[in-house]
């Protein structure tokens, strides 16, 4: 079975600072998809990056990047110029290339300090 | 606003009884998924529905059933509800079948089981 492990329940970082969330997982399958959420207190799920296991290269969008190193299961996420808006929970997910049944970390919680 | 609509947003209820989620996807989104945010379980990928018919299953329990409908909202219905069943329902829509492709959440639906 796939298992998302985030080991950080919270975080917080200063504005415009850097911040980086960790995620490992666990499979046996070599293509997968990997993706960062975000939940704001709003409580609307917000995709904010997805990997493609086959691709080497790291993904990034805007001040959002993830180092994903696959012999490692691990695949972080780097905010940079953390913003306000940023405050929210954070999921890592993992669905295998042909199941749709995504699995979920349990999240971190990333607070943003003025 | 993700374009997915979920009704309605609040839900409160006693243990034994059935109620009726509503989901209406993004314009031309033909795949609809199910997902519960619990405190105990996080969340979890539920059911899938394609175009009308039944594309992938996660732990949904057997008390639960969804459908399509040819104008392509979905419905999750819930029997027999249980105390432990208090929790945040999604919805989310992509424009294929594959897990992998970009969901897009509704707000969710609070189901309060008293």
């Known amino acids: 079975a796939q298992t998302v492990t985030q080991s950080q329940p919270e975080m917080s970082v200063q504005e415009a600072e850097t911040v980086t969330l960790s995620c490992t997982y666990d499979t046996s399958e070599s293509n997968y998809y990997l993706f960062w959420y975000k939940q704001p207190p709003s409580r609307q799920m917000i995709l904010v990056i997805r990997q493609e296991a086959y691709k080497q290269q790291n993904a990034t969008e805007n001040r959002f990047s993830v180092n994903f190193q696959k012999a490692a299961k691990s695949f972080s996420l780097k905010i940079s110029d953390s913003q306000l808006g940023d405050t929210a929970m954070y999921f890592c997910a993992f669905t295998k290339y042909n199941n749709n049944d995504m699995r979920f970390g349990a999240g971190t919680r990333l607070t943003v300090k003025p | 606003d993700s374009g997915v609509t979920q009704t309605p947003k609040h839900l409160i209820t006693a243990t034994g009884q059935r109620v009726t989620l509503r989901c209406s996807p993004r314009s031309g989104d033909l795949s609809v998924y199910w997902y519960q945010q619990s405190l105990d379980q996080g969340l979890q990928f539920l059911i899938q529905?394609?175009?009308?018919?039944?594309?992938a299953k996660g732990n949904i329990l057997e008390r639960f059933s969804a459908q399509q409908f040819p104008d392509l909202h979905s419905e999750l219905n819930l029997s027999s509800l249980e105390l432990g069943d208090s929790a945040l329902y999604f919805c989310?829509?992509?424009?294929?079948?594959?897990?992998?492709?970009?969901?897009?959440f509704g707000p969710g639906t609070r189901l309060t089981v008293l």
């Open positions: 529905y394609y175009n009308g018919e039944e594309r």
């Open positions: 989310a829509s992509s424009v294929g079948d594959q897990g992998h492709n970009e969901q897009f």
